[in-house]
């Protein structure tokens, strides 16, 4: 498509090199128009639903149903006072909360969100993600340093730890996926996983899906895994001396972030924007529905996940933390890699692709 309108506008004197970077602008611009307006919706979601599960209404006031809180909100971040701690590192105090942020955004130039809407179609898509959420937790640990705190300096030195914990089952999780898929191209895994049997890979790799949403929650630091937060502790932990749109860009950081882990989980584990080729057998009609609406639907159930889990689970000890990561989630992973060793080999041999 992009290349027969490339041929069109080239009739109108517009080099092929200028529509090729104009095109990419474009979708980076879509990409972040739509990832921020859900960020900001997210948070008034998860106060309706977890209102709800507590017996109460959530937001009510701005706006019909409270549908203009997102917006109040920002608005009141951006022109709150932002105080910054006398003996804070000044650069880096600034820095932090930016570089989370752009490392959380960053990992959105390798998620399709249907096909052939990408934008940077990589052979190794999944690396360069593993590697952008490494680096987003350098924002976490400079901010928490960098405030001259004792409270953001014990949240920045926990959320360390339990990156370095978690970062290692959640690679281990998806290796299954790949070698079931053969490749680190996520198009490629989301295509492979159409031609599966079951059009899932969840019904294979379940074990692999289990460790992946417990590695998920911990990296993103939500409940019941938010001890670097953790409020009754550490006051916010290694945001605690953060304020006005400083503190939104941490927020902001941990729900794209939330998007992001979501979206891994669908393209690897759920079909992307496929359906189930049995589905699709029973119910032929669904085929008219456009992928990018499967996908917005799985990712909308991987988030509520996300709010069940907050307001079902008290949070963790920091012994049990790192225990769960070591003693369970890793064990867990190398077991899972084992199995779908053994089992492409013996389909392999049994003349089954």
């Known amino acids: 498509m992009a290349t027969l309108i490339a041929l069109e506008t080239a009739r109108f004197g517009v080099p092929q090199w200028l529509w090729t970077i104009g095109f990419i602008i474009v979708k980076i611009a879509v990409v972040l128009a739509g990832v921020m307006l859900h960020v900001a919706y997210a948070t008034y979601f998860e106060r309706k639903v977890i209102g709800r599960m507590q017996n109460r209404l ?61 934008i940077a179609n ?95 929650i911990a990296e993103t630091n939500r409940s019941p895994f938010d001890l670097p937060e953790a409020e009754q502790e550490l006051i916010a932990g290694f945001f605690t001396e953060y304020s006005g749109m400083r503190f939104a860009l941490f927020f902001m950081a941990e729900y794209t972030g939330m998007i992001i882990m979501s979206s891994i ?37 991987c988030i509520f996940f996300y709010y069940w889990i907050r307001s079902t689970l008290p949070r963790y000890r920091y012994d049990q933390l790192m225990a769960i990561g070591w003693k369970v989630l890793i064990p867990l992973s190398l077991a899972n890699i084992v199995i779908t060793a053994v089992l492409k080999i013996l389909l392999h041999h049994a003349g089954t692709p």
């Open 122 to 216: 990589i052979n190794i898509g999944l690396l360069f993600l593993f590697a952008m959420s490494s680096l987003a937790v350098y924002g976490v640990i400079l901010g928490g340093w960098s405030s001259n705190s004792k409270f953001s300096f014990l949240g920045s030195l926990r959320a360390s730890a339990q990156v370095i914990s978690y970062e290692v089952p959640l690679g281990l999780s998806l290796v299954g996926v790949m070698m079931m898929a053969g490749s680190l191209n996520i198009t490629e895994i989301v295509n492979a996983q159409s031609r599966y049997p079951g059009g899932m890979y969840i019904i294979a790799q379940w074990l692999g899906f289990f460790v992946f949403v417990v590695s998920a």
């Open 58 to 118: 959530g937001p009510m006031i701005v706006g019909p149903y409270g549908l203009l809180q997102p917006i109040a909100d920002g608005i009141k971040s951006f022109f709150k006072e932002d105080i910054i701690p006398t003996n804070a590192d000044k650069p880096i105090f600034f820095m932090a909360p930016v570089l989370g942020l752009m490392a959380a955004l960053s990992s959105l130039a390798v998620v399709p969100f249907f096909n052939g809407f990408v």
């Open 265 to 301: 989980a669908v393209l690897c584990f759920l079909g992307g924007w496929t359906i189930p080729p049995f589905v699709l057998k029973l119910l032929p009609f669904l085929g008219v529905v456009p992928g990018i609406v499967w996908f917005i639907m799985k990712l909308y159930v």
